[in-house]
């Protein structure tokens, strides 16, 4: 009868009588039609991810044992050897201690304009819309087009020391692109230039899901414009501002086109902006050892990964754990 409980469900606790918890519902097993229907909408995009990323990842660490000109079936097996190379290379370490900087500065220079004219342009002002325009415009110009116009305003006979000494200033001209001293500074203030539109549209999207009472409620309790901003806006902020660093992180270790446009295969290391990128098609490519390209290819992307890895472990947890629980 529903209610009543026989003597194994109960549990005697100092006399009295406590109903055994109730058993827990039985999952319903995914039927036929359900695993069918699912096979045929992620298996296009799986077998395109297998075949685009992972197989050539594969193939890259498997030509990476040998040494290999890029003609004909690998046969000159080196085992750990260009691993060995890449390790003890002077030149790899220096490419890797630039993609480093490149990350570190990149952050600290696009984060926080990034985050100052998000701020700015969340309000409705005049010309608001042409402003989002020209920010955004930089990001989606080839990188080809970007590198070759920096490359020519920048020369030692470029626009860039024409304005200045034209302006009175011609002892500010200097050789932006071949000095040691300026040229990693160069290439973060087009770098930032390149990709802080992207990071600006990404704090607005954020910004938008931010509701607008709690910024009145802060108002209506005497918090300044300031205050708002530090307590309410950047903590609610904070997922999207880990997103846009993750992306940045990942792009800076990947580094290649607008460093090979503007610096060139060797220019790049004497001028101190080399990355691993540029060194891998260096090394490899161009001196027709495709077997130690791919080791260093290989490398590259081990190092990524644990970044990435790392990050999500103790960044992006809590953001995704959220997400995955519905934010309970």
């Known amino acids: 009868m529903a209610g009543s409980f026989t003597v194994a ?4 606790d100092g006399g009295g009588v406590k109903p055994a918890p109730p058993s827990r519902p039985r999952r319903r097993g995914i039927g036929w039609a359900q695993r069918l229907e699912i096979a045929v909408l992620s298996g296009p995009a799986i077998l395109m991810f297998a075949g685009f990323v992972i197989f050539p990842v594969l193939m890259a660490a498997y030509y990476g044992f040998y040494r290999w000109k890029g003609f004909g079936p690998p046969t000159d097996f080196v085992g750990l ?3 060995k190379t890449i390790l003890q290379d002077t030149a790899f370490h220096e490419a890797l201690l630039h993609n480093g900087q490149i990350v570190v500065l990149s952050l600290l220079f696009q984060g926080p304009i990034a985050l100052g004219l998000a701020l700015l342009l969340n309000h409705r002002m005049r010309g608001q819309s042409i402003i989002r325009v020209l920010i955004f415009v930089p990001y989606v110009i080839s990188e080809v087009i970007v590198g070759t116009a920096w490359s020519l305003m920048l020369q030692t006979n ?5 304005v200045l000494r034209s302006i009175g200033l011609g002892w500010l001209a200097e050789d932006w692109l071949a000095n040691p ?3 990693l500074w160069t290439l973060i203030l087009i770098l930032t230039w390149k990709y802080i539109g992207f990071a600006v549209i990404l704090f607005l999207a954020g910004m938008q899901n931010i509701p607008e009472e709690l910024s009145e409620a802060a108002a209506v309790d005497g918090a300044t414009y300031w205050q708002t901003q530090w307590r309410v806006t950047l903590p609610l902020l904070g997922p999207t501002i880990r997103i846009w660093a993750f992306l940045s992180i990942i792009g800076a270790l990947q580094l290649f086109d607008l460093v090979y ?4 295969q060797y220019v790049a290391s004497t001028a101190g902006t080399s990355t691993m990128a540029t060194y891998m098609v260096t090394e490899g490519r161009n001196a027709g050892n495709y077997g130690y390209g791919n080791a ?4 590259l992307f081990l190092i990524s990964m644990l970044i990435a890895l790392v990050y999500q472990r103790f960044v992006l947890r809590r953001d995704t754990e959220g997400a995955l629980t519905g934010g309970q």
């Not at 470029?158 to 024409?162: K, L, S, T």
């Open 261 to 264: 446009i503007i610096w060139g």
């Open 181 to 183: 001293d300026l040229a």
């Open 81 to 83: 050897d260009n691993y």
């Open 296 to 299: 260093v290819a290989v490398v």
């Open 9 to 12: 469900d109960r549990v005697r």
């Open 158 to 162: 470029g626009a860039v020391n024409d």
